[in-house]
């Protein structure tokens, strides 16, 4: 058996809320890190990926399509690679998240959806 966390353990819903609306830049893997470096690692990968991406696509629109065809060939494939490639992760990181299997920095679960710490906390009045 796990032994009892002496911090409070991320939700599942702020980790899947975080990962749904800005996971495609890699701030669930910041937010569930912990300051594990192998999950700062993944995040600040997924990060440049997806700027790639973002940095990428506008550039092979305007900038090459005029001067070299066989480059602009080159600069979509990479652009749909990159795009697939973040799309997955994201799409993957979601459903870990989903699935219970997204663990924080530490190897510990989420703590699951609606769980409230007011049920831990002996009330004051008896």
Not at 7 to 23: D, H, I, M, N, P
Not at 62 to 87: D, H, N
Request: aromatic letters at 20%; a neutral charge.
């Amino acid at each position: 058996f796990m032994e009892v966390c002496n911090y409070e353990q991320r939700t599942k819903l702020t980790a899947f809320l975080v990962s749904f609306f800005t996971g495609i830049f890699g701030t669930d893997w910041f937010v569930l890190s912990r300051g594990e470096a192998r999950y700062i690692i993944a995040g600040i990968f997924k990060l440049i990926i997806s700027f790639g991406c973002i940095i990428a696509w506008p550039i092979t629109i305007v900038g090459i399509s005029e001067k070299k065809p066989s480059l602009l060939m080159v600069a979509e494939v990479i652009c749909v690679i990159l795009s697939l490639t973040s799309f997955i992760w994201w799409l993957t990181d979601w459903i870990r998240i989903l699935a219970e299997v997204f663990y924080d920095g530490h190897g510990v679960p989420l703590q699951p959806w609606g769980y409230n710490y007011y049920y831990d906390r002996i009330p004051y009045r008896l």
